[in-house]
């Protein structure tokens, strides 16, 4: 079977410059990077803000499993649909981590039919976006040593530094680190640590800022630690900005890619969907939605997750709102919810499908909490038997939804045709009144609360009294006004991965909160969140390699 | 008066087709990185092999002082001043790094009128070339923590691990860390560091591999630690060096720019002077001299440290030699190895200027103990004064050379004709008949010892015991021919940096022989070596930002 790196390379690109003009991407606006890749000038982005926005969908998911459950293909695939049926559509995804590339979870360009291209280099160094920000995010680390070592003028107690270091890797050894040893020259020891680049505030910030002043000034606003007196210093504090915000300039212009049907896709910005709002940035979905009729877009993780976030936060901070929202699910990922191992999912068990429904029911009718009318897209699977698609249907019939099967991984933009004229009929509907969960002047514990009971349909949520504190003294600080981040496992509603379905009653247990003054949130940790992953007994870098003729093999 | 920043933002720059079609590279070989950088594509490279090669000018200097003696804007002057009488020439030249730009040294794409441009996305990122050398080196370093996590299969012995993280940040903090803390799921706690990325060994093998499947060969071989019964363990035993190669393969490709002129600069690559060699790419290198009649490139730190290396390691990986050699000098500089405080360096002082001439004069003729025919490019400050320049010719033309005024940065190409005209008549004098310093076969220890008598004029080399075992060790291992890299400061011919001039009979002391096998040398360290600047304490960065037209401002 050909792989989907096999796929990519078979495909023939179009120049960069043909697929912006597509889009109406005039050539000057182009800042190529290679042949098949641009970034799109920030003057050119400016040029556009006074046209009319077009609709944008929301791709999202029932609660992930090892078995993949397809947004980006769903994505991709849509995408490809809807400009193939005439409607003009721009695609705008998240981009990937080297991370993970290297590790267990391979690229994050879609697959089959429905990928992003060219496949390695959007997944090797792609434009350097993430670069910039590692440089950044080490930048701000690097300063806040340097000012201890030259005599703390502005006192930050060394115990209160909350600035970590970054990296784009998986590398569990730097998860914990005593830094600064080696005696005088070397600074003051303290306990330190890195997480990966996409859990990075910087990442946040890059994602959420609308233009360079507002990225400018949000990362001045990171607070790197507080004073022996609990004042907050900033990144600001440290003139450590100005410096961040050049090393993020030419990054900060949205990524022109192509799918493998030659349409225009944004690649941009990637933040991690548990500590940070998992979608990507805002200055490519507001871009898109200038430049097309119909822009899809997703979210990280399930929809409890990713969708919340991309709702609560991203929409709020872009003064933006979904027109529709496509729900994606596999029926091996249902009979999976229902309970069946991963070895006997190959055979056919329309009672397991059905008890798994109880997920994607639950991820349906949370989106339209928000007002959103949704559409699930049912990632079809060779195994998938008539009766098990049947009781997808029907179910979701009864929430007034439709379950529409796909086969844009094997067939492309035709597999997705289906579920493309559905869409088209929600944006048509009009029927979309988006509301985001709660409103700003809530106080911090009571949007958490919103949310664990609304969306995760959890009982009560569990403050310890020194949390509780943590979120007053945020709200005395003048915090209280912005959105939650709700950190907590993507397998389950609730914060025990192993609580598969529809779980009701639970009880979420914070352990932490953290202020990201920058990015405009407070993360809220529920459960244990890996901020640096690490990599498998046998890392996929080992089958990464250059064949005879230097082309990159081993990826996917 | 203007800032280097000023003139190159008030510059006109070509497109960089138009620079590549100069010296005739078809627009097909180009991979563009916005509108005036590209990459050279590797088929396009191998295209040229056959073609005869142009001269080869080796820039170079005194002994550095903080004044800065010039080397980069010779070279730039040099090159524009070739081109402008006609000569199809090309410079090839170190990529900054990002430490410096925002610690005290600032960027390194020359000054004045002789810079090459876009100052600002040459110092900051460039085409990303640096990020992938961080990327190869901490997936290799994480793989190496993997490995002792999932069970230590090769017996690594955690306490013999050499191989150190990377950061391309002036960060002191990192320099001695405890990694790996936190518990089991954290791995082996260690003792471990960072090193600045143009003191990584994948720079060092970046920049001396000959091709691709040289590239993958070299870090294949590159040591990270011993087995407890001293065996080698290598990133090929780790199955690191594939997707090593694969972050690399872009990045490889040399990189196109400008000078101010608007004729042709690679700028390629850029390992530490004294840890690694200190020279530009070879492929950047040798890509040049197939492309031009001239090629000038330049060396890092003084002409002991850089030019050293440049002949006896790169030429030497490459198979390639110089026909000319320039050194850098300057009055102001030469004042200084006389005894003068910098602050007395604006007055005239003759006899100083005299003393100074030794530190001069020992460069010029150790450049021609290895063959070479040498100019001396007197690098013109205004304060220089008629008395004090002829007292530096005098002593030139004694030793068979010439003094020769260049006022490149103030004057452009037109500042460095004089000079071009004298490498004129070197290339066509056809008397250079380079050697290399030693021969392969001559032991570790008589290498450098070699170095240290001829080019350091050092009495003796001080081995302790266990350091001469090593050295033996790595004889018996099959490395014994490699060249050696001598890392020492730049201040001095001695390893003690206070000792100006051109001191004779010192001792040198060797403290530490480390294998760098990937790379193909031994370095020997004498003295203290810095592998991680530090931040001074008001760091370039909190003067760098960008203006209300989102321009980078403060880089100098």
């Given at each position: ?20 003009a ?12 290679g ?30 499993t ?12 849509l ?61 701000l ?40 040893l ?21 990442m ?26 609990g ?115 190959g ?6 499908v ?95 609360e ?7 349909h959890?009982?009560?949520v ?5 949390v ?22 993507q ?14 009653g ?5 352990r ?45």
């Open positions: 079977m050909a792989t989907d790196l096999d796929i990519a390379r078979a495909a023939t690109l179009l120049p960069i410059a043909e697929v912006a597509r889009i109406g991407i005039p050539d000057e606006a182009l800042e190529p990077y042949r098949h890749k641009a970034k799109l000038g920030l003057d050119f982005v400016d040029s556009q803000r006074s046209r009319p926005d077009g609709a944008l969908v929301l791709v999202t998911g029932i609660s992930p090892a078995a993949g459950e397809g947004k980006t293909t769903t994505t991709i695939g995408g490809d649909a809807l400009n193939s049926l005439g409607t003009k559509t721009m695609i705008a995804l998240r981009e990937p981590s080297l991370g993970p590339c290297f590790g267990v979870k391979g690229g994050a360009t879609g697959g089959g039919h429905a990928q992003v291209v060219p496949m390695e280099e959007i997944n090797l160094h792609f434009t350097g976006d993430f670069h910039a920000i590692t440089s950044a995010n080490n930048l680390a690097a300063m806040v040593d340097n000012h201890l070592y030259w005599g703390n003028e502005l006192g930050l107690d060394a115990r209160r530094i909350a600035w970590r270091r970054a990296v784009d890797m998986n590398d569990r050894a730097l998860r914990s680190i005593n830094a600064a080696g005696g005088v020259p070397n600074g003051f020891p303290r306990e330190d640590g890195f997480d990966i680049t996409v859990a990075s505030e910087v946040a910030v890059f994602c959420l800022a609308r233009d360079l002043d507002d990225l400018r000034a949000r990362l001045g606003r990171i607070i790197v630690g507080q004073t022996r007196d004042r907050n210093v900033t990144a600001h504090d440290l003139k450590a900005d100005g410096a961040m915000a050049a090393l993020l300039r030419d990054a900060f212009a949205p990524n022109l890619v192509q799918t493998l049907a030659g349409f225009p896709a944004l690649v941009h910005g990637g933040p991690f969907a548990n500590i940070a709002h998992g979608c990507n940035s805002v200055m490519a979905t507001r871009l898109a939605m200038k430049l097309a009729d119909v822009v899809v877009t997703e979210a990280g993780f399930g929809a409890d997750l990713g969708a919340e976030k991309f709702l609560d936060i991203k929409c709020r901070a872009a003064g933006i709102a979904p027109s529709a929202c496509v729900v994606v699910a596999t029926v091996r990922a249902l009979k999976m919810h229902g309970g069946v191992a991963k070895s006997a999912l055979a056919e068990d329309v009672a397991a059905r008890r798994g429904i109880a997920n994607l029911a639950r991820h349906v009718q949370n989106m339209q909490k928000f007002g959103l009318p949704v559409v699930v897209a049912l990632n079809h699977f060779t195994s998938d038997t008539e009766a098990e698609i049947a009781v997808v249907r029907e179910a979701m019939a009864k929430l007034g939804t439709e379950a529409i099967l796909c086969t844009h991984w094997a067939d492309g933009a035709a597999g997705a045709a289906d579920l493309a004229r559905a869409v088209q009929g929600l944006i048509a509907g009009g029927t979309a009144a988006f509301e985001p969960l709660y409103n700003d002047h809530m106080s911090l514990a009571g949007k958490i919103t949310v664990a009971r609304e969306i995760y959890a009982s009560a569990a403050i310890p009294p020194p509780a504190a943590r979120l007053r003294r945020f709200e005395e600080q003048g915090f209280g006004h912005v959105p939650v981040c709700i950190a907590k496992t397998y389950s509603f609730s914060a025990d991965p192993s609580l598969m379905g529809a779980p009701e639970h009880v979420l247990p914070l932490e909160v953290r202020l990201s003054a920058g990015a405009g949130f407070v993360v809220a940790i529920a459960g244990d969140i890996m901020t640096m992953p690490g990599l498998p007994r046998r890392p996929a870098a080992e089958g990464i390699g250059l064949d005879a003729r230097g082309r990159i093999e081993g990826l996917f």
